[in-house]
């Protein structure tokens, strides 16, 4: 009885041991598991922040994109406008000169001159002179518009574009890992699709 006694405590340390190494290797795992899977969520939290961040993005520059637009086509009818004034200037500068060409002044050898255009010529100078000012200014207006046209806003638009394709490629790296973590440890994936309010399933 006392042999068999002895036999059973000297076995009793050597049983509880190995518990006590499938627990702590059970623990191990768990906590592997329970890192992995807190990485994985910053992962898919930082990937979705990203894609609405995308998404964000491309609707500013459609946005802007369509303002440079607008604001191309107001340079060009500007351009046009700034164009027809000037033709319009020189042409009626060209048609005063024919009209005086055409009547010339016959005046007496001596004395004043009687012609009678003199009144119609001063006439014409002082309205020509009105309608150069008026288009001066016009034209000083447009000008002033061309240049508000900053280039500092271009700038931006590029700087958007680099941003946004930067963003992209940031994505398919966040994707590529969610995927490899998926299929390492089985987790199920569900992230957001820009532009798309379905979501994607990886198992």
């Not at 006392?2 to 050597?14: E, F, Q, T």
């Not at 200037?89 to 255009?117: E, N, T």
């Not at 002082?126 to 034209?139: C, D, F, V």
């Not at 638009?157 to 969610?178: G, S």
Request: proline share 1%; net charge positive.
């Amino acid at each position: 009885m006392i042999n068999y006694m002895r036999k059973r405590s000297a076995c009793l340390p050597v049983s509880q041991g190995k518990s006590d190494g499938v627990h702590h290797k059970e623990h191990d795992v768990v906590k592997e598991y329970a890192r992995v899977l807190q990485m994985y969520n910053e992962l898919k939290k930082r990937y979705n922040k990203e894609v609405k961040t995308n998404q964000r993005q491309n609707e500013t520059v459609a946005m802007l994109s369509g303002k440079i637009n607008d604001l191309e086509h107001q340079l060009h009818l500007a351009n046009q406008k700034i164009n027809a004034l000037e033709y319009k200037k020189k042409d009626k500068f060209a048609s005063i000169q024919r009209r005086l060409s055409s009547d010339k002044c016959m005046c007496k050898k001596k004395g004043s001159c009687s012609c009678k255009y003199l009144d119609q010529l001063l006439f014409e100078t002082q309205r020509l002179k009105m309608e150069n000012e008026t288009l001066s200014k016009e034209r000083r207006m447009l000008k002033n518009e061309l240049a508000a046209l900053d280039k500092d806003f271009f700038d931006e638009i590029e700087d958007l574009k680099y941003a946004l394709q930067e963003a992209v490629k940031l994505n398919t790296h966040y994707e590529k890992y969610l995927k490899q973590l998926s299929s390492t440890y089985g987790i199920t994936l569900t992230v957001l699709r820009a532009g798309n309010p379905r979501t994607t399933l990886w198992k």
